[in-house]
């Protein structure tokens, strides 16, 4: 009867250090579950702080390109305008 209780014994042993282990496993996979949780969170907010950023740079872009158009355009009747006056002159100083 001895040799029955001493298996028993070592079996509910064994037993309780595999329950230990896991319960720690446990612990240990939620650790890093929140730790991992916390970081895709931040990676989250950080995505959409760059989604901000990009769409203000697009905005920018598009608002310098109308700037740049209306530039040009203001040139090129700046230079329209010169060449009437030279041409102008041109006539004054020819009669």
Request: glycine share 0%.
């Given at each position: 009867m001895d040799l029955l209780d001493n298996a028993e014994v070592d079996s509910l042993s064994t037993l309780e250090e595999r329950i230990v282990k896991a319960v720690e496993l446990v612990a240990?996979?939620?650790g890093?579950?929140?730790a991992l949780e916390q970081k895709l969170s931040a990676s989250l907010a950080e995505r959409e702080?760059?989604?901000?950023s990009a769409a203000e740079a697009s905005q920018q872009y598009q608002a310098l390109t109308?700037?740049?158009d209306a530039?040009?355009?203001e040139r090129k009747q700046v230079?329209?305008?010169?060449?009437?006056l030279l041409g102008q002159m041109d006539?004054?100083?020819a009669s």
């Open positions: 240990q996979l939620r890093e579950n929140a702080t760059m989604k901000k109308e700037e740049l530039l040009r355009a230079r329209v305008r010169i060449e009437k006539l004054l100083s």
